[in-house]
């Protein structure tokens, strides 16, 4: 490992020194010509040539060329390319473009890609834009970006209907997601049925499952980027729906035309408002979920922009019991996240670019019940919450046609509050005003340092190489880690590449989840003195090919992953544990994942779709676990395909399927029952217990399923309308959900039961946008 | 706050179905067990089989398996078949032998058609506790407050459970009763099947039994305090003496104690990862395990 870190850094130094000269750089930024919305993932590039580059999250591009006069093409799908020509001037030239909407193509396509993925270096990543995520058939009429992530390859859902996402044999807390730049801890609304992600205020998601860059870190297993739209330069505009569960509504357009744009947008269910009739007249109980976005950026000059966004959410249950007179019970469940960024884009020179960001995120989940009964009053309050503020800034520099260093530091301040209980209560004599802190608070700095090269080699060559430092101070513990990345690919010809990957990754922050369902009562817990932080190594291999005029494209990837120090609760335990969450977890685990990952994919045309397959195991072991053998993760799934078609028969039709299936979820078995006790001891009365099988050793029945969507758009006079209507489970198939075991008392007979949560559900929407 | 989550899958339930075809089929495996306190003279081993988990019949009786055992590398055996396996879903073998601290114990056992079964533990030595002290800290609420030392040798690990019990009496006659025990010490491990207990914490740690090991011994002893409250010690019953137990187990002893008490708390819960009873019998389940109990009359 050393020398691997010895080379890499020789490596950087030796670049420094190969010369620059008879180049020039084009730079500027690429937006919509409509809104004025800056564009990620743009394709600028002389055409014929290796030349090529892509615009990063904030629109920005820069490319450097022999100084000669050129001509450059500016392409991205969905949009009509531009070709423009360039004349040397003897010096670097920047260049802003506008480029259109092509209407006509707008919707046969399904994946967007950066570049074509044959070209680049780094693998293991995918890009899936909005328009991308609703041509998928919906679930009770609520589009979701992560359950549209579950149907690509290598990227795994949990149980039925849940958005917990599983990348490589990791579990969700190895998961980086990230919105405009700020990691969010909970992505789950309504205990993981739907993501907090409002798919109307999202312009780009990317998810990168390995060969990561060494701008990434802090978790072992993918990092989810997702970036909220800027809104509108030039007009105001707005879009909506109302469906079976919720309605949301989205608002943009500028504050100060072509310098000050703003985007707000909101979404709620009105669940608890529908069945409100249907309940009795003394219940009082619901449940709800909302979202808030919004986003403000400001254009200062044309080399300094602002962007201040936040979000919001929250899931509250609640259940008020009226006792009768004044007494009653109130009691309610609720948690959320709040998350803000404030980010300065600042262009140095067209070859240096900087984004200084400064982040807030915070994650809270809160139970409580407030009684008064004959007088007295009590109060009972349980939360655990983590908080961050964090600071960071990210340098993008050209230095020329074959280097593109990004370098950066980051600094975070964690604030981990694992389980507080208030308790007041106000008696006849007495009043008792208590906090207990069943774990005592945390509070640990957590930084990183990296440094990356996309290196150009030759035209066969491209590598992605670099180093992430991070360092943990906790509990006056200091933990640190070197961390080395390399992706390299080689072009076998224009169409076809092959790639290879190592990362080496390390996370200090874990979720501890007793029931790996994705419940808000996952516990955020930090690395301590006790508990070290997980690592993880990742070798990656694989291939892409085009063919058909690049409407077709198939590739493969195999993978290997290793973890350590992974924790665990101990058997039994919970997150209402009576005693600190140190106390109950097991450390030191090991992980192993590896497996293959197909995807065949069309992109262009009426019908346009892909077929994604993966085949993988995934184990876990832990010394008091499963008596110290290894054992099967809850989401080891063997067998995973995703069909998605999506066809357009004109403008005012299409229509899409999906249909997944995958080997069931592992699950520990009660195999026989036998007695225990003996000897002259046998204090409880029941001594026939369960012998159960080894951990997570045998499968539920496999999972699959069929939904199916149809769009009917019309333009109207105010701008375009959709019904969507939209069928989940079509063919009404049982997926287990949980087992559990009923004991008739009679008979003492015992059977296993299966819960399954969907059957066939039928959904509608309505969708506007003028 | 539990029923309010496992009520959530309910407002989606689309429908339940037996599964009894998708479980696997296990081999039936031999079961030993015995818990062998220090300085009992009768000694029983019991001996029984699996069975399918959905029957409705108990596991069979062995009685007339071979099973031998060992004292110090001292062979004894074959143990015969006792008479107490009367309405017990195994055999007993009774063994007359006394049982002393420090005692290493091998069983053996055979059964045609299964591979012999092999299983060891230690008697551990005796739990040294000292001032004992018992407090009625509040005489209006009836809480008693039980302080104690407890001596460990810390070179090695050892192994102690510490309960409560109440001794009543009612028109049945005097029975035991454990009672519930809250600590400030939070490296305290507090078990026990209750239904409070998986309800919203409370301010301190609360069980019917206490697990703990000498890794947490300042030096070589550690204080131990308790409340105990009045709604056990008391619930209407006339409580005539309050006797602290003190065991200091063998690991497999305090092991199978421990998955006992996981295994009943996490029981109703349908997300759980079950606990699997501890065994450590060699080509079979069950346990062999040493403890040493000590009991103290607290008032």
Redesign the interface.
């Given at each position: 490992m050393q020398n691997i870190k010895l080379l890499l850094l020789l490596s950087f130094l030796s670049i420094y020194w190969q010369s620059s000269a008879q180049n020039m750089t084009i730079s500027g930024y690429i937006e919509d010509a409509k809104s004025k919305e800056r564009l990620i993932g743009v394709n600028v590039f002389i055409p014929g040539t290796t030349y090529g580059t892509t615009t990063n999250t904030y629109g920005f591009y820069s490319l450097t060329i022999p100084a000669e006069d050129q001509i450059m093409q500016v392409s991205f799908i969905g949009y009509k390319t531009q070709r423009d020509s360039i004349k040397y001037q003897g010096k670097n030239i920047r260049r802003d473009y506008r480029i259109s909407e092509n209407v006509e193509q707008l919707q046969e396509v399904v994946i967007t890609a950066e570049e074509l993925p044959a070209e680049q270096a780094q693998m293991s990543t995918i890009n899936l834009a909005p328009q991308d995520i609703k041509n998928i058939p919906a679930f009770l009429g609520e589009v979701d970006i992560i359950r549209s992530l579950q149907l690509l390859p290598g990227v795994q859902s949990g149980s039925e209907g849940t958005t917990g996402f599983y990348v490589r044999g990791g579990s969700p807390d190895q998961n980086l997601i990230l919105l405009d730049g700020v990691p969010v801890y909970n992505a789950s609304h309504l205990f993981g049925f739907f993501s907090v992600f409002n798919a109307d205020a999202i312009k780009n998601v990317k998810l990168t499952k390995g060969g990561f860059p060494a701008r990434f870190g802090g978790r072992l297993s993918s990092v989810l980027e997702i970036d909220m739209k800027e809104g509108n330069m030039k007009e105001f505009h707005g879009a909506g729906s109302l469906g079976l569960i919720a309605g949301k509504l989205t608002l943009e357009g500028p504050i100060v035309k072509d310098r000050t744009s703003f985007i707000v947008s909101g979404r709620r269910t009105y669940y608890d408002l529908i069945i409100r009739p249907f309940l009795p007249a003394d219940v009082d109980a619901g449940y709800y979920f909302g979202d808030f976005n919004a986003k403000i950026n400001h254009i200062f000059s044309r080399k300094d922009r602002i962007y201040l966004s936040y979000y919001g959410g929250n899931d509250r249950f609640f259940n008020n019991e009226d006792y009768g007179g004044d007494d009653v019970l109130t009691s309610s469940l609720e948690w959320g996240n709040n998350t803000g960024s404030l980010r300065w884009n600042r262009l140095y020179s067209d070859k240096l670019f900087s984004n200084l960001t400064a982040t807030f995120t915070e994650y809270e989940f809160r139970v409580g019940s407030e009684e008064t009964f004959q007088g007295e009053e009590s109060k009972q309050d349980y939360f655990s919450r983590i908080r961050d503020y964090g600071l960071r800034i990210d340098y993008e520099y050209i230095y020329n046609t074959h280097h593109n260093f990004r370098y950066g530091a980051s600094y975070t301040y964690h604030i981990f509050r694992p389980g507080v209980f208030q308790f007041n209560g106000q008696q006849e004599n007495s009043i008792v005003d208590s906090v207990f802190n069943l774990s005592d608070p945390i509070y640990s700095h957590d930084m990183y340092a990296y440094i990356e090269d996309d290196w150009n080699i030759n035209e066969k060559w491209r590598a992605n190489y670099g180093l992430h430092y991070s360092a943990y101070h906790v509990d006056g513990q200091f933990y640190n880690a070197l961390q080395p990345r390399a992706s390299v690919r080689y072009l076998l010809n224009e169409n076809w590449s092959v790639k290879g990957s190592y990362a080496s990754m390390t996370q200090y922050i874990h979720l501890l989840s007793n029931t790996g369902i994705g419940l808000p009562t996952d516990l955020w817990v930090s690395s301590t003195a006790n508990v070290k932080p997980s690592n993880s190594q990742q070798l990656a291999f694989g291939t892409t090919r085009h063919f058909l005029g690049n409407s077709w494209e198939i590739s493969g990837e195999v993978y290997y992953k290793w973890m350590d120090n992974l924790i665990e609760y101990q058997e039994g335990a919970s997150f209402f544990t009576s005693s600190d969450w140190q106390n109950v977890v097991e450390t030191d685990g090991l992980g192993r994942a590896y497996g293959l990952e197909l995807l065949l994919r069309k992109n262009k045309g009426r019908t346009t779709g892909w077929v994604g397959y993966t085949l993988a195991w995934t184990n876990r072991q832990f010394e008091n676990l499963n008596e110290g053998r290894e054992f099967p993760y809850r989401y080891d799934r063997r067998n995973d395909i995703s069909l998605v078609l999506n066809h357009k028969f004109s403008e005012k039709l299409d229509v899409g399927l999906t249909w997944v299936y995958g080997t069931g979820i592992a699950f520990t078995a009660p195999l026989a029952q036998y007695a225990i006790g003996g000897g002259t001891q046998n204090i409880f009365g029941n001594n026939i217990v369960t012998r159960y099988s080894d951990r997570n050793a045998f499968r539920f029945p496999s999972y699959h399923r069929l939904d199916l969507g149809i769009n009917f758009h019309k333009k109207t006079r105010w701008g375009k309308r959709t019904w969507n209507f939209s069928i989940y489970n079509a063919y009404n198939r049982r997926n287990p959900f949980f087992l559990y075991i009923y004991e008739n008392l009679i008979t003492e007979e015992k059977e296993v039961r299966q819960v399954s949560l969907f059957p066939l559900i039928p959904a509608f929407s309505y969708i506007f946008k003028f | 706050?539990r029923k309010?989550?496992l009520a959530?899958?309910v407002?989606?339930?689309?429908?339940?179905?037996?599964?009894?075809e998708?479980?696997?089929n296990?081999p039936?495996?031999l079961?030993l067990?015995?818990?062998?306190?220090a300085g009992?003279s009768?000694?029983?081993?019991?001996l029984?089989?699996?069975?399918?988990?959905?029957?409705?019949n108990?596991?069979p009786l062995l009685a007339d398996g071979f099973i031998e055992w060992s004292i110090n590398g001292a062979p004894f055996g074959p143990i015969t078949p006792c008479d107490s396996s009367q309405g017990?879903?195994?055999a007993?073998y009774c063994n007359t032998q006394a049982l002393r601290e420090g005692d290493i114990i091998e069983v053996k056992a055979n059964y045609p058609g299964f591979e012999e079964l092999y299983a060891r533990t230690q008697i551990p030595d005796s739990p040294q506790i000292e001032n004992i002290r018992l407090e009625n800290s509040d005489p209006f609420m009836a809480t008693h407050t039980l302080y104690f030392d407890i001596q460990s040798d810390t070179r090695k690990k050892e192994y102690f459970i510490v309960e409560v019990f109440s001794q009543t009496t009612n028109f049945f006659g005097q029975s035991l009763h454990e009672v519930q025990l809250t600590t400030k010490d939070?490296?305290l491990?507090?078990l026990g099947v209750s239904s409070e207990?998986?309800?919203?914490?409370?301010?301190?740690?609360?069980?019917l039994k206490c697990f703990f090991t000498n890794e947490l011994f300042n030096g070589s002893s550690k204080t131990i305090q308790f409340s105990l409250t009045q709604t056990v010690i008391g619930g209407g019953f006339s409580v005539d003496k309050l006797f602290l137990f003190v065991t200091k187990c063998s690991p497999s002893y305090y092991e199978y104690q421990r998955?006992?008490?996981?295994?009943r708390?996490?029981d109703s819960n349908?997300?759980?990862?079950?606990?699997?009873?501890h065994s450590n019998v060699k080509n079979g389940?069950?346990?062999i395990a040493g403890y040493n109990l000590k009991i103290e009359a607290l008032n």
């Open positions: - | 706050m309010l989550l959530i899958p407002l989606f339930v689309s429908c339940t179905k037996s599964f009894k998708e479980l696997p296990a039936d495996q079961v067990n015995s818990l062998l306190n009992d009768l000694n029983i081993i019991s029984s089989k699996t069975n399918s988990f959905l029957t409705s108990r596991p017990e879903p195994y007993h939070v490296t491990e507090m207990l998986i309800d919203l914490p409370i301010d301190d740690p609360i069980g998955s006992k008490l996981l295994n708390l996490t349908p997300f759980k990862i079950p606990v699997q009873y389940i069950g346990v």
